[in-house]
């Protein structure tokens, strides 16, 4: 088995780092962060110098103090360091169930302690429950903090270790265990951002479970779990129905959603699992009514609004698709618990062998400079959970009729500022008394679909995402594009005029309302509702990624058309890629990524183009782009990625595990890379997935 390197972050002072840990225990809300190995270094030569380095590290086995107390043993021997030798370490392992960090004490030589530390850092006793606890919370961390093989989780936090916390069907069993005994606590885990309330069947424990059966595909193991806990609690049967159609397994789960229905019929994960399956086979008749009912069961869900707007896509009625996006209960995006460290004196990162690989050694850095402060700029980029969604669903809609259609659309569902305004101006004219307390807007009934749009503001923050009114203004921004092409873009594409939102409307200081007799008098605005301001900046935010994109397609064609080269550094190729996946652009995306690739190795760049491989089944050019990232994982201390190891178990199905291999074996690349790649179909073939037989 080859283990990551072992990258090393030098304290200031010894144990800052387990201070700074202390001081966050009471600020922790979900999972907590990775788990702190810190160790004590002696230099031989001097014996009275000591030195503090720390780590972080997910996926070791945190069931009992002998398991972590053995992490720690691992990490003595250091071949490439022969100046000091470790002679104390900590093992840190959060326990979100119970609030208390996990603490194993290892003398080097000498014994073991093992104990908890609480909010108010006071020790106790460590209990098996705790250990039980703290195992599970530490299987779901590792899935929680995995990256998906872009590198965004990697580059996130630097100095994590990355271990598959399931490696054998003894550990699954272990953790299916754990898992159906705790089951029922998980809501005290916190949930997925876009979950307002986390309930029994969403929150972070059910979230690792159907991740690590979606995985591993041990679907057999996940329905089995979930019928034993559906016959404590019948909501369970939401996940057991997913998990059933997942497997194939359709008639069985269609019968499971109706029975369960019938018990319960205003249970919204029930009536989302059914929506999803209409939706999956056409039937979006059917699908409406399904997340009809799911948004009168969970009208404060996110989730529920979502799908109802989703379902209004498919159905091509895009004014009731804009009304339902504007109705969304919006939530401020809360993150993971990030390990918050003191400042390091130096950081060690050393590249494990195995893993090195010409093509994936990163270069010397590009300087921020280097990426034109258009591309800097763009909002959308930066959002997650709700708007991240929202934003997806308003891409969509703009992809299937485009830019100057929508507006038309935007126009005739929401009240404009400028018709408000000048409609305001006139009544104020005939009415020269008139009455704040009352405006147009306040007395009209909201429909079905937009029962929360017009009384009040969503949770979702917008301060967080401010309209860059130099942005948005900017004329001619790109360097890369001659003024010609901005001009033909800023003419091509309209700036979306500004609605009226709630808050101007019920703002105490509007200057003129009318009276109660002349609201009747805004008969333009009778059908026509609010728009909220999160949805308002969006528009915006889409704007600005419209034009950014109309000046790079427009340029490069210019550039084909004049046969010259179209230069961008490999950052910039990257940003443009991602652009155009937002955008629902995928062949220009892929693009944009193939030309970052190019110019030098990035994980993102490589992850698109491996998407589009998966779609067109091109089963060699998959293995390729995996074997690399695969090694670029290693590089960065990772040994385990859910979403690669799901890439490669899609392929055994498809191919069988001995032509991967061989595709594999085949490659021309050194001996040490491939053999990182065959560990990923060792573990497919360990759980016996399907096309691992032979």
Not at 384 to 402: D, N, P, V, W
Request: charged share 25%; glycine share 4%.
């Amino acid at each position: 088995m080859i283990a990551p390197a072992v990258p090393e972050i030098v304290e200031e002072e010894i144990e800052s780092a387990v201070e700074s840990r202390n001081d966050a225990l009471s600020t922790l809300r979900e999972l907590g962060p990775p788990d702190l190995v810190h160790l004590v270094k002696q230099s031989v030569k001097s014996g009275n110098k000591q030195t503090g380095v720390y780590h972080h590290v997910t996926g070791i086995d945190a069931s009992s103090s002998a398991s972590l107390a053995a992490y720690v043993n691992t990490l003595t021997y250091n071949p490439s360091d022969k100046s000091s030798k470790i002679i104390s370490g900590l093992y840190c392992c959060y326990n979100a169930f119970s609030r208390l960090d996990m603490r194993v004490d290892v003398k080097i030589p000498g014994g073991v302690e093992s104990y908890c530390i609480d909010e108010r850092g006071d020790k106790r006793v460590a209990s098996d429950a705790l250990w039980m606890e703290a195992f599970l919370c530490a299987v779901l961390r590792a899935y929680a903090y995995a990256d998906n093989g872009s590198g965004e989780s990697i580059k996130k936090i630097i100095g994590v270790r990355r271990f598959d916390p399931i490696t054998s069907t003894e550990m699954e069993h272990k953790f299916l265990d754990a898992s159906e005994r705790l089951f029922f606590k998980g809501p005290q885990l916190g949930s997925e951002p876009e979950v307002q309330v986390p309930n029994i069947v969403s929150n972070h424990l059910t979230t690792g479970l159907i991740n690590y059966i979606h995985t591993t595909g041990r679907y057999t193991s996940g329905i089995n779990l979930f019928e034993k806990l559906r016959t404590r609690d019948m909501e369970v049967s939401s996940l057991l129905a997913r998990v059933m159609l997942s497997a194939d397994e359709e008639v069985q789960a269609v019968r499971l959603l109706h029975d369960a229905i019938a018990k319960l019929p205003m249970d919204y994960s029930l009536l989302d699992c059914q929506a999803t399956f209409c939706q999956a086979k056409g039937r979006l008749d059917w699908a409406l009514e399904c997340a009809k009912r799911g948004v009168t069961a969970a009208p404060s869900e996110f989730a529920t609004w979502a799908k109802l707007a989703e379902v209004y896509v498919g159905l091509e009625q895009w004014d009731l698709a804009l009304l339902t996006l504007n109705s969304c209960p919006m939530f401020t995006y809360q993150d993971k618990d990030l390990p918050r460290m003191p400042e390091a004196a130096r950081i060690l990162l050393p590249v494990l062998p195995e893993s090195m690989l010409d093509e994936i050694d990163d270069p010397p850095q590009t300087t921020y400079d280097e990426v034109h402060p258009s591309l800097r700029k763009l909002h959308a980029a930066g959002y997650k959970g709700t708007f991240l969604k929202a934003y997806s669903i308003l891409t969509e809609i703009t992809a299937k009729i485009g830019w100057d259609q929508l507006l038309r659309i935007r126009s005739q569902v929401f009240v404009m500022e400028e018709e408000y305004r000048s409609e305001k101006q006139t009544i104020s004219n005939q009415n020269p008394n008139p009455n704040a307390s009352t405006t147009a807007l306040r007395g009209t009934p909201s429909p079905g679909i937009n029962g929360t749009a017009s009384d009040g503001q969503p949770d979702g923050e917008t301060d967080s995402h401010p309209e860059d009114e130099g942005t948005l203004s900017e004329k001619q921004s790109s360097p890369t594009s001659s003024p010609d092409s901005a001009t033909i873009v800023e003419e091509s594409i309209e700036k979306p005029e500004h609605t009226i939102t709630s808050e101007v409307v019920k703002s105490g200081n509007d200057d003129s309302s009318a009276t109660t007799n002349a609201t009747a008098k805004y008969t333009q605005f009778h059908n026509k509702r609010l728009c909220e301001r999160w949805l308002d900046n969006l528009f915006m935010v889409l704007y600005e990624d419209l034009r950014i994109y109309t000046i790079w397609r427009t340029d490069m064609a210019r550039a084909q058309s004049e046969s010259s080269d179209y230069r961008k550094s490999a950052e910039e190729w990257e940003i443009l890629g991602e652009l155009a996946e937002r955008l629902h652009h995928f062949p220009e995306a892929v693009e944009a990524y193939q030309a970052c690739l190019r110019v030098k190795f990035s994980p993102k760049a490589m992850k698109g183009v491996l998407k589009m491989y998966e779609n067109q089944g091109r089963s060699n050019e998959m293995l390729q782009a995996m074997i690399r990232l695969i090694a670029w994982q290693y590089r960065w201390y990772s040994e385990f990625s859910p979403a690669l190891l799901r890439t490669v178990r899609k392929l055994i199905e498809n191919e069988g595990a001995v032509k991967v291999r061989s595709i594999v074996q085949a490659t021309s690349l050194p001996q040490a890379v491939l053999d990182l790649t065959h560990r990923y179909v060792e573990l497919c073939v360990a759980f016996r997935s399907t096309g691992s037989e032979a």
